[in-house]
Structure formats: structure tokens, C-alpha cells
């Protein structure tokens, strides 16, 4: 289409005009610099200096009008399922159990690798829609996945769900996907290995996997202790915790991110800790709450420890959104509630959780979380001037308490611009839906009996 932005090729020099820009320093408090200019060359950011009197700029630099609005490095969806858009809405109040055996299992049994590209490339266009620029995805099908990346111009970290049931041509194929892709779309696409869970995967499996990622050069993305029962249950059938497996298997050597970790308890500490330097954990805390799970990612220990936690939002089979404005929101207000302490998880922790923690998370803080130069130019531009937002007391609040998706106007990854102005133009939203609208029912169809796996942790 004419009007959808090229993702190959040279990339034009880009000027970002007149913005404010939060920094988010890696310690301490964020803060605004009013009236930035941002300037980008060959998707890196070279500059971010004060605005003054109009400069000349070299031919062929593309210029955003930033003015009135505040640029934030692209937020980071830690941990998600994106082809699980789907499926949203079709799970509600139901048990963990219910959950997977009677709904989400069944339904995913029904999946063709066309229609996880087609729901990979919606949930894309709901990411960019609202600031998200890098997310790490755990899912079937994964070059469907990485196609609809490419496509999109977001960047992602891909891992492919394993399952020992699968047999050594599933282990051999998700070791394949990451000799293929990793480093693909301009590297813009990075893989990781994709154990589903201790429970689901068996040891032998967990240490191969953990020897091929170290050779590779990967990290590992697995759910694991997600809630305080399947620790019990571990350790009454196996008298180890989930984290001990991880620990014992190679998975926390080979650098591991680790979906939920609400059944962390104290023991698991000082495992995670050893692996800090490459060990984090995604908290996804809605999903917790629409289960009525207790406790929550115990994210003070674990930032105690050392642990990188990042903030993802799980798949919208059970979040509903991609959203990581409203993710983030409930990291910091249920983390308050958790420790009883209103002065924990301030405005400057959570923005830092959802940029450079998400960053880290994914082993590309070196590349993303930060608007400064040398970073890549991954920008998002929001606008607070609506009643929601205003008076605009303190920029960091609003971010974290008021703002909405609907207030980015603009993205930008790798120093492309994928939307401006709040018009999607690397993908064709109206033909996306009416895809995902056909394919639904043959997908929520149950009654053939038949799931993926059988959930009993």
C-alpha cells in the first residue's frame, strides 16, 4: 500500500522537535528535560540537546513536531502470549484449572501457524497503539510470530513454547527457530528458548535446552513458581521448589526470565540471586488478580536480591489488554497494598520497571530504556494535556496514575516511525480485524475434547 511506510532500506536521518523527554536514569529519580530536540541517525539516537533557534538539518532528515508532548522511551511488555489476543474475553470467571483445561488448552489445540501471524500481527498494531516497542512473547508457531515483528516494525524477543510431550522434533525445532531468527528484521528480533514450565518439561529436556542456549548465546524464557501452589506441589512431589529446578537444571546459568514467580518464597532468594546479572522476573499482576491468586510477585525481595523485575501482562486470553500503562499502574498500587508500605514502589521505581527493567529483562538494556545517545532510537511521544492528566502537577504521576493508551500519539523503533499522529502505518488495522473476526469461531470451538495439555502442576 502506498501509504504504509517502508521497513527496508536506508534509514532517513530523524529529528524529534520540541519535546519534553523523561530520563530515566538507572538509579534515582526520573525527571523531565523541557524542550528537547532528539536526533536520530541510522535508528540510534545521536543527540538529545536543549531546542533553540531552528537549525539546518541535513537534505532528507525527517522531522516530528514534538511540541506539547513528552517523550518516553518505548515501554517493554515483559512477558506475553501475543497471538492470544484471539482469544480475549473467551475465559472469564473461571478457576486456573477451568482456565486451562477447559477453555484456553482446548481452544489453542485449534491453532494453524496463519492464524498465529494473523493474531501476532493484531496484537502488534495494539502494542504500538499504545507505546509498546519491544515485547517478549512465549508461543506457538513462532516464525508466524516473528513474520508479523518484521512486518509491524516492533522489536521482540520470540520464544518458542516447548513441551516435552512433544517429543526430540519439537526440541529440535524450537532449537532451529533460534538459529534462524535470532538477530532477525535488523535485529530487531532476538530468540530466546522456551521451556512452557518445570512442570510441563522435564529435566533431562530443561538441561538440554539450557546447553543449546549457552552454546547459542540465548537466554531462556519459562514460567515458573507462579503461584504459592505449584511451589507446594513441588515440593510435596519432587521436595524441591520450582527455582531449585531452574537452579539445578542449568536454566539460571544460562540467564533465565522468569514468567509470574508469585510462589517465590524465601529459599528461592538467595538461587536467584547468584544469577542476577542475567535473571528476571515478569509480574503480570492482573492475571493474578482475575484468578484470586495470593500472594503477588514478590517484588521487593526480589529487587532486594538483586533480581531485574520487569512488567509484562501475560496474553489478553487472560489480561484482555496488551495494555502496559494499566500493567504497570497495578505493579505499583497492588505492591504497596502487598507490604502494607505507601512509600514503596514510587513513580520513579515503576517507570524504571517498565523501561529499563523491561529492557534488562530481555538482555537488550545495552540497546533499549533509555532516551540517550547511543541508545537505539526506540521513542514514544504522549500527549497529557487531557482532563484526566490535568493540572499537570508532576509529569512522572500522571505517567504512572492518569495516562491512558490512548494518549501516545507517536511511535517510533529503531528510529522508524510506525505511527504518527495516533494513524498506524506498517500495518492495515481494518483488514487485521476483519481477519481476526473470521478466523474466532472455528478457534473457540471446544467440543472436539481435544487440548495441547492436560494442566495439573
Not at 516530528?64 to 517523550?71: I, Q, T
Not at 515458573?224 to 513441588?234: G, I, M, P, V
Not at 539445578?248 to 547468584?274: F, Q, W, Y
Request: with cysteine; aromatic share 4%.
Amino acid at each position: 500500500m502506498s501509504d504504509r511506510t517502508s521497513l527496508s532500506g536506508t534509514r532517513p536521518r530523524l529529528l524529534v522537535r520540541g519535546c519534553d523527554v523523561l530520563r530515566v536514569p538507572v538509579e534515582g529519580e526520573c525527571d523531565v528535560l523541557p524542550a528537547r530536540d532528539i536526533v536520530v541517525a541510522d535508528g540510534v539516537v545521536v543527540e538529545v540537546r536543549a531546542t533553540g533557534a531552528e537549525r539546518p538539518e541535513e537534505p532528507g532528515t525527517e522531522v516530528v513536531d514534538g511540541r506539547g508532548l513528552l517523550a518516553l522511551p518505548g515501554l517493554v511488555n515483559a512477558h506475553t502470549h501475543s497471538p492470544m489476543v484471539l482469544m480475549r474475553g473467551a475465559a472469564e470467571d473461571v478457576t486456573v484449572e477451568g482456565w486451562f483445561n477447559d477453555r484456553v488448552w482446548p481452544m489453542e489445540s485449534n491453532l494453524t501457524a496463519e492464524d498465529v501471524r494473523a493474531g501476532a500481527l493484531l496484537a502488534c498494531a495494539e502494542m504500538i497503539r499504545s507505546g509498546v516497542t519491544t515485547f517478549a512473547d512465549h508461543y506457538f508457531y513462532p516464525e508466524g510470530i516473528a513474520e508479523a515483528v518484521a512486518e509491524a516494525g516492533l522489536r521482540a524477543d520470540i520464544a518458542p513454547t516447548y513441551f516435552s510431550s512433544g517429543g526430540s522434533a519439537a526440541l529440535e525445532a524450537t532449537v532451529a527457530f533460534a538459529e534462524t531468527w535470532h538477530g532477525g528484521a535488523d535485529g530487531r528480533v532476538t530468540v530466546s528458548l522456551g521451556p512452557h514450565a518445570p512442570y510441563t518439561v522435564d529435566d533431562r529436556d530443561l538441561r538440554t535446552l539450557a546447553d543449546h542456549a549457552r552454546r547459542l548465546g540465548v537466554r531462556m524464557h519459562i514460567h515458573a513458581a507462579e503461584h504459592l501452589e505449584q511451589t507446594e506441589s513441588s515440593l510435596e512431589r519432587r521436595g524441591v521448589t520450582p527455582i531449585r529446578v531452574l537452579h539445578d537444571t542449568g536454566v539460571l546459568d544460562a540467564g533465565a526470565l522468569i514468567a509470574h514467580g508469585c510462589g517465590i518464597v524465601e529459599r528461592d532468594l538467595p538461587l536467584l540471586a547468584a544469577y542476577a546479572d542475567r535473571t528476571a522476573v515478569a509480574c503480570c499482576p492482573k492475571v493474578y488478580l482475575k484468578h484470586a491468586l495470593s500472594p503477588l510477585t514478590p517484588v521487593r525481595d526480589l529487587l532486594g536480591a538483586g533480581v531485574t523485575v520487569a512488567v509484562g501482562t501475560d496474553g489478553a486470553a487472560g489480561h484482555n489488554t496488551l495494555d502496559v500503562w494499566e500493567a504497570l499502574r497495578l505493579v505499583a498500587l497492588t505492591q504497596k497494598q502487598a507490604v502494607r508500605d505507601a512509600t514503596w514502589m514510587t513513580v520513579s521505581d515503576t517507570l524504571r520497571t517498565a523501561v529499563r527493567g523491561g529492557a534488562r529483562a530481555l538482555g537488550l538494556q545495552d540497546r533499549i530504556g533509555a532516551l540517550e545517545p547511543g541508545m537505539r532510537a526506540d521513542i514514544v511521544l504522549t500527549d497529557l494535556s487531557g482532563p484526566h492528566c490535568r493540572p499537570l502537577h508532576d509529569p512522572r504521576a500522571a505517567l504512572v496514575y492518569s495516562a491512558r493508551a490512548a494518549d501516545v500519539r507517536t511511535v517510533i523503533v529503531d528510529g522508524r516511525v510506525l505511527m504518527r499522529d495516533g494513524r498506524l502505518l506498517t500495518v492495515d488495522e481494518p483488514a487485521l480485524l476483519a481477519d481476526a473476526d473470521a478466523r474466532v469461531a472455528r478457534i473457540l470451538d471446544t467440543s472436539h475434547g481435544r487440548a495441547v495439555q492436560h494442566y495439573d502442576p
